[in-house]
C-alpha cells in the first residue's frame, strides 16, 4: 500500500513582531529636567546573516517511506523554521503511528544535538486528497539561535538597520517557548549610536520574536 504523504497543521497564535520600542516623552521642561540615565550597551554584535537556502530540506523521505518517516520529514522541516537557521537536525517517531484520526504520540527532534519533544496529534484526511492527513504538533521547548535572531532583526528593519546588538546569543539554545528569554538585543539604525536599551527576545514554533 502507498504510503500516506503527510500534511502540516501546526496549533498556534498569530504573533505581531514589534519593530522598536516606543519612548515616554520627559515629564516637565525647564532646565531641571534631569537626563536619562544611560543604559549598558550590549556585547555581541549581529552582522547580517546569509539568506536562507533555497528547495526541501534534504534528505526528504523515499517514494516508499512509512507514515512516521513522513511525519518525522515534517517536524525536521519544523524545527528549521523553529530555529530560523540551517543546521544538523534529525527526528523520531514511533515506527507504528498511523493515520488514524485521533492518534496522539510523542516525537523528538534534534537541532545540532538540542534535542526537542513535540506532542503530535493525527487529525482527518485531507478534502482534497485520501493521501494527505492533517496533524497538529506543539513543541515542548523552543530553541533559539544566533542567525534565526539575526535573521529575524534584519528581515523586520531591512534597510535602517546598521547592526544589533545582544547579549551573547549561542550558535544555538533551547529556550521557552512563547516566553521572554533571558536573550536581548538591540537594533542600531543606520547613522546613530547604540543607547543600551535592549528588547528581549522569544523563541516561537514559527521562528525567533523580539518584542
Not at 37 to 56: F, H, I, N, S, Y
Not at 108 to 133: C, H, M, P, R
Not at 135 to 141: C, F, L
Amino acid at each position: 500500500m502507498k504510503s500516506k504523504i503527510v500534511s502540516v497543521l501546526i496549533a498556534g497564535s498569530m504573533c505581531l513582531v514589534a519593530t522598536g520600542c516606543g519612548g515616554g516623552k520627559s515629564s516637565g521642561g525647564g532646565g531641571g529636567a534631569k537626563p536619562k540615565p544611560a543604559g549598558t550597551v550590549l556585547p555581541q554584535r549581529l552582522d547580517k546573516p546569509p539568506a536562507m537556502p533555497d528547495g526541501e530540506l534534504k534528505p526528504s523521505p523515499a517514494a516508499g517511506a512509512s507514515f512516521s518517516e513522513n511525519l518525522a520529514y515534517e517536524l525536521r522541516r519544523k524545527t528549521q523554521d523553529m530555529a530560523g537557521a540551517p543546521g544538523e537536525i534529525t527526528a523520531e517517531c514511533p515506527t507504528d503511528v498511523g493515520s488514524k484520526s485521533g492518534t496522539k504520540v510523542t516525537c523528538k527532534t534534534t537541532y545540532e544535538g538540542l534535542e526537542v519533544e513535540w506532542d503530535v496529534s493525527i487529525g482527518d484526511k485531507s478534502a482534497f486528497s485520501d493521501n494527505l492527513v492533517q496533524y497538529k504538533a506543539t513543541p515542548r521547548q523552543g530553541i533559539l539561535t544566533r542567525d534565526g535572531v539575526a535573521r529575524l532583526l534584519y528581515g523586520n528593519y531591512r534597510d535602517s538597520i546598521d547592526y544589533a546588538l545582544c547579549n551573547d546569543i549561542p550558535k544555538a539554545v533551547l529556550a521557552p517557548l512563547d516566553t521572554q528569554s533571558t536573550y536581548a538585543c538591540e537594533v542600531v539604525s543606520k547613522g546613530q549610536k547604540p543607547v543600551g536599551f535592549p528588547q528581549p527576545v522569544r523563541a516561537t514554533d514559527s521562528g525567533p520574536r523580539y518584542y
